[in-house]
C-alpha cells in the first residue's frame, strides 16, 4: 500500500482506559432520613442511576454498595447467594464477542435456571433493561428492605449517630482485596498494589496509572461526626491514602470534620447538597469522573477544612491540647497522674501551670548636669548686659 500512494499507513495503538471500583456507602439513618425532605426511595432511585453511569462508562467497571446503621454495616451489593450474577453476564458477554456460541448458550441456560428462584426472580416489566443494571438494582433495594426490616426500636430511641468509621473500613478490605486480584490477573504483582504511597516514584506511579485499577470511596452521610470514633476514622483515612483510594463525600445533612479531612489527605471531594432534589445530577456531574478523568475537569473546591482534633479523655472537639511524646495522643488538659491513656507511658509537662518569676526592673540612674561634680550647676561668668 505504500508504494501505491507513497504515503505511510500504520495502525495507531488506542489506549484503554483503566477499570475503576467505586465503593458506594449509604448513609440509612431512619432518625436523619425522616426529617430529609427528599424520601429514602426516591434518593435510591437517584443512586442506582448514578451506580447505572458508572457500570456505563466501562464493561471493566466494577461497583459495590454498602449500607452503614448507627450499629452494623451490612453489604448492599455484591452478596452471597444471589444468582444470576454480574460475572455471568460479563463471561457471556466475552464469550460472544469470542464467538463461542456453546459457551454463550450454556450460561444463558444457567442463568434462566437459577433466576427461577425466590430470590432473584424476574420481573417481566424489566425484561428489557440491561442485565447488569437489573441485577444491582434489583439485589440493592431487596437488600435494603430485608435490613430496614431488621431495624431496632431499643437502638433508634437511644438516637446514636451512624458508625461510618466501621463502613470506611470494610470498604478498605474489599477494595486492597480487588486491587491483590486485579494486579495478579494482569501480572503486576502483589508490590505494585504498595507501591502507590505517598513517597513513591512518580514516574514509576504514571506508568501504573493506565493499568492499575482505579479505587475510590463515595460517602452519602446523612450525620454529624461520632466524637467516639475520632481514632478509627483517622486510621481509616491515612490506609485510603496510603493505598491510593479517593474517599468523596456528599454530606446531605448536617457536616462532618472527619469526612473533610478525608477528603482532602486523599484528593477527594467534599460537597453539601442545598438542593435535595438534585440528589441526581449533584451525583452525576460531581462524581461521576474518575481518577483519570478529573484531570481534565475543574473539580469543585473545599471552602475551608476543619482540622481540629478530639480529645482522647473527654472526646471533645478542641483547638489546642497536649499530646503524648510517644503514641501522638491528643488530651484536652494535663493529666492527672500524668500517664498517657492509650499508651501509659509516664509523661512530663514541664513547668506547666508554675507562677512565672517577677523580675524586678532595673532603676535608670539620673543623668548629672556638667558642673561642679557634685550634682549643684556651675555658676556662670557671663557678666548681665547693662540696659541701653
Request: proline share 6%.
Amino acid at each position: 500500500m505504500n508504494s501505491i500512494d507513497g504515503s505511510e499507513h500504520y495502525v495507531a495503538d488506542t489506549e484503554v482506559a483503566p477499570p475503576a471500583l467505586l465503593t458506594v456507602i449509604l448513609d440509612i439513618n431512619p432518625q436523619a432520613w425522616a426529617d430529609f425532605s427528599l424520601p429514602l426511595d426516591v434518593a435510591l432511585g437517584h443512586l442506582i442511576v448514578f451506580i447505572n453511569a458508572h457500570l456505563a462508562l466501562s464493561a471493566s467497571n466494577k461497583i459495590a454498595v454498602l449500607a452503614s446503621y448507627p450499629n452494623q454495616t451490612k453489604w448492599l451489593y455484591p452478596t452471597q447467594g444471589r444468582a444470576p450474577t454480574l460475572q455471568s453476564f460479563n463471561s457471556a458477554a466475552r464469550n460472544e464477542a469470542e464467538g463461542d456460541d456453546e459457551n454463550m448458550e450454556d450460561v444463558r441456560l444457567k442463568d434462566v435456571a437459577t433466576a427461577g428462584s425466590s430470590t432473584a426472580k424476574i420481573n417481566p416489566v424489566h425484561a428489557n433493561k440491561y442485565p447488569p443494571f437489573r441485577i444491582v438494582e434489583e439485589e440493592v433495594r431487596d437488600n435494603l428492605e430485608a435490613l430496614l426490616g431488621e431495624v431496632d426500636i431499643d437502638t433508634l430511641a437511644k438516637g446514636h449517630p451512624t458508625r461510618l468509621a466501621g463502613a470506611l473500613s470494610v470498604a478498605l478490605m474489599y477494595t486492597n482485596k480487588q486491587n491483590m486480584k486485579h494486579n495478579l490477573q494482569h501480572g503486576l504483582g502483589e508490590s505494585t498494589a504498595r507501591s502507590g504511597g505517598v513517597n513513591a516514584p512518580q514516574e514509576a506511579d504514571a506508568a501504573l496509572d493506565l493499568k492499575r485499577l482505579q479505587s475510590r470511596i463515595c460517602v452519602i452521610s446523612m450525620s454529624d461526626d461520632d466524637t467516639g470514633q475520632y481514632l478509627p476514622s483517622m486510621n481509616a483515612i491515612f490506609a485510603a491514602q496510603k493505598i491510593r483510594v479517593l474517599i468523596d463525600t456528599l454530606q446531605l445533612i448536617g457536616d462532618s470534620a472527619y469526612l473533610q479531612q478525608a477528603a482532602k489527605t486523599t484528593k477527594g471531594r467534599y460537597m453539601k447538597t442545598n438542593e435535595p432534589r438534585g440528589l441526581i445530577q449533584t451525583l452525576m456531574l460531581g462524581y461521576l469522573p474518575d481518577q483519570t478523568a478529573r484531570q481534565f475537569f475543574a473539580s469543585p473546591g473545599q471552602e475551608g477544612v476543619d482540622y481540629r482534633s478530639t480529645c482522647f479523655c473527654h472526646k471533645k472537639v478542641i483547638d489546642i491540647g497536649f499530646v503524648c511524646s510517644v503514641c501522638l495522643s491528643i488530651f484536652c488538659e494535663p493529666l492527672d497522674p500524668m500517664i498517657c491513656l492509650v499508651c501509659s507511658t509516664e509523661l512530663s509537662a514541664g513547668d506547666y501551670g508554675a507562677k512565672p518569676a517577677v523580675v524586678q526592673k532595673k532603676k535608670k540612674k539620673k543623668k548629672r548636669n556638667p558642673g561642679t561634680g557634685n550634682g549643684t550647676p556651675a555658676s556662670s561668668n557671663v557678666g548681665t548686659p547693662a540696659a541701653s
